[in-house]
């Protein structure tokens, strides 16, 4: 686990403000996951993050984003100060445009409808600021016929065909263990904003970036989709058997199960030769790939029969010693205590005198200007008073607008 506090391993608040993004300020208007994934992806890197929330007391909606103590909501938030602001009221609305008139970016994820009603919409803050990069993500996209759905994880993951293509075969729909329609729709969004800025560099204009869960869901089926627009192939359910690369799914050993990823001609030869079945490469159900896939179920007994023979950690250090892939299935707390996942530093523990939380950082390594997590989730309205400061409130401003439910 990586000490996110360490000057040495993660270079320290005062690093973050010299980070990749340091110099962007960027409004955060989401909710649930697949905004907040976003603005993580930029905040992480430094980005000045003003998380924007309703002011206590006044109906919030359901955040859906589980307990604000809750590992869900906390390893979403870190890195960001807290404002809270009325955006139901004309003073709310105008504090957001003064701020948005000196941001790079804002990030919603409201039902297309909601941002257009309340008058903070693309076109209402590109008024105030040409240059700003506005992203939107919502369940459909933001026009069509589905466009005023509410938009969910598991109903994309429906519509956009994985739950068609994920369980044992005959087994019905199967929804993946992660929100992954969510968690790509941020993640895609991040890339259209950063791409926005960089192109702004050229234009000096900022624009609308817009992504969606389906959409995301649909990329994500990759070479799945492939199969169907360019083959007229129409994938099923594999379960733990790769859908065209075989033998690669999971087999059982004497204490348990390991994934063996035999595919390609010169690692089904190792293969054989490791677990001691040259027979194989002589059988003519097996000659080539086109044969091992028209006759799966057969190989996939035989070598059932030789996995169950050792253990997996006997298995998984012989096959990899000769050029096999092959691997163990962990639990999430096995996983974290892999050796190669410690050393990856996946896992970064914040310690800032008040609090020590361990978070997932991120998976990207870059060599001048890394990630870091300087900051936890700011409590509802932590930074309000700061922020205004910072945009030219005075002191009794900023009393007033909080008498008055404004913040």
């Given at each position: 686990?990586?000490?996110?506090?360490?000057?040495?391993?993660?270079?320290?608040?005062?690093?973050?403000?010299?980070?990749?993004?340091?110099?962007?300020?960027?409004?955060?208007l989401t909710r649930v996951r697949s905004g907040p994934t976003c603005v993580r992806q930029l905040a992480d890197w430094g980005a000045k993050v003003i998380k924007i929330e309703m002011p206590e007391g006044l109906d919030q909606g359901d955040p859906m984003g589980g307990p604000?103590?809750?590992?869900?909501?906390?390893?979403?938030?870190?890195?960001?100060?807290?404002?809270?602001?009325?955006?139901?009221?004309?003073?709310?609305?105008?504090?957001?445009?003064?701020?948005?008139?000196?941001?790079?970016?804002?990030?919603?994820?409201?039902?297309?409808?909601?941002?257009?009603?309340?008058?903070?919409?693309?076109?209402?803050?590109?008024?105030?600021?040409?240059?700003?990069?506005?992203?939107?993500?919502?369940?459909?996209?933001?026009?069509?016929?589905?466009?005023?759905?509410?938009?969910?994880?598991?109903?994309?993951?429906?519509?956009?065909?994985?739950?068609?293509?994920?369980?044992?075969?005959?087994?019905?729909?199967?929804?993946?263990?992660?929100?992954?329609?969510?968690?790509?729709?941020?993640?895609?969004?991040?890339?259209?904003?950063?791409?926005?800025?960089?192109?702004?560099?050229?234009?000096?204009?900022?624009?609308?970036?817009?992504?969606?869960?389906?959409?995301?869901?649909?990329?994500?089926?990759?070479?799945?989709?492939?199969?169907?627009?360019?083959?007229?192939?129409?994938?099923?359910?594999?379960?733990?058997?790769?859908?065209?690369?075989?033998?690669?799914?999971?087999?059982?050993?004497?204490?348990?199960?390991?994934?063996?990823?035999?595919?390609?001609?010169?690692?089904?030869?190792?293969?054989?030769?490791?677990?001691?079945?040259?027979?194989?490469?002589?059988?003519?159900?097996?000659?080539?790939?086109?044969?091992?896939?028209?006759?799966?179920?057969?190989?996939?007994?035989?070598?059932?029969?030789?996995?169950?023979?050792?253990?997996?950690?006997?298995?998984?250090?012989?096959?990899?010693?000769?050029?096999?892939?092959?691997?163990?299935?962990?639990?999430?707390?096995?996983?974290?205590?892999?050796?190669?996942?410690?050393?990856?530093?996946?896992?970064?523990?914040?310690?800032?005198?008040?609090?020590?939380?361990?978070?997932?950082?991120?998976?990207?390594?870059?060599?001048?200007?890394?990630?870091?997590?300087?900051?936890?989730?700011?409590?509802?309205?932590?930074?309000?008073?700061?922020?205004?400061?910072?945009?030219?409130?005075?002191?009794?401003?900023?009393?007033?607008?909080?008498?008055?439910?404004?913040?």
């Amino acid at each position: 686990m990586l000490d996110a506090t360490n000057p040495a391993a993660e270079g320290g608040a005062d690093a973050n403000q010299a980070g990749a993004l340091s110099r962007y300020t960027v409004l955060d208007l989401t909710r649930v996951r697949s905004g907040p994934t976003c603005v993580r992806q930029l905040a992480d890197w430094g980005a000045k993050v003003i998380k924007i929330e309703m002011p206590e007391g006044l109906d919030q909606g359901d955040p859906m984003g589980g307990p604000r103590n809750g590992p869900d909501f906390q390893n979403l938030h870190r890195n960001k100060r807290g404002l809270t602001l009325n955006l139901k009221s004309a003073e709310g609305v105008a504090i957001l445009k003064k701020l948005a008139a000196g941001a790079d970016v804002v990030v919603e994820n409201f039902r297309p409808d909601v941002k257009d009603r309340l008058g903070i919409g693309y076109k209402d803050l590109a008024e105030v600021n040409p240059r700003l990069v506005y992203a939107s993500i919502s369940g459909f996209g933001q026009d069509g016929p589905y466009a005023g759905r509410p938009g969910f994880d598991q109903i994309a993951q429906g519509m956009g065909g994985l739950m068609s293509i994920t369980g044992l075969p005959g087994q019905g729909p199967v929804r993946v263990g992660i929100p992954i329609a969510d968690l790509c729709a941020g993640i895609f969004a991040a890339q259209g904003i950063l791409v926005a800025l960089l192109e702004r560099e050229v234009s000096g204009k900022g624009q609308w970036v817009q992504t969606s869960l389906l959409q995301a869901q649909a990329f994500m089926l990759d070479f799945q989709a492939a199969r169907w627009l360019q083959a007229g192939e129409v994938p099923k359910q594999a379960g733990n058997n790769h859908p065209t690369s075989i033998p690669t799914g999971v087999f059982k050993t004497r204490d348990g199960h390991i994934n063996i990823a035999a595919t390609g001609n010169a690692i089904w030869k190792r293969f054989a030769a490791a677990v001691n079945a040259p027979e194989w490469l002589e059988d003519p159900r097996f000659k080539d790939a086109g044969a091992r896939s028209a006759n799966r179920d057969a190989l996939n007994a035989l070598i059932d029969a030789k996995i169950a023979e050792r253990t997996s950690e006997e298995w998984v250090t012989a096959l990899n010693e000769a050029g096999v892939p092959a691997g163990p299935i962990y639990s999430i707390d096995q996983m974290f205590d892999d050796p190669q996942v410690k050393h990856l530093g996946i896992a970064a523990t914040l310690d800032d005198g008040t609090k020590s939380q361990t978070y997932v950082a991120q998976p990207i390594a870059l060599s001048r200007t890394p990630s870091r997590i300087v900051s936890h989730p700011p409590a509802v309205g932590e930074h309000s008073a700061e922020v205004l400061r910072d945009a030219g409130y005075s002191e009794d401003e900023i009393a007033g607008l909080k008498s008055r439910q404004v913040i």
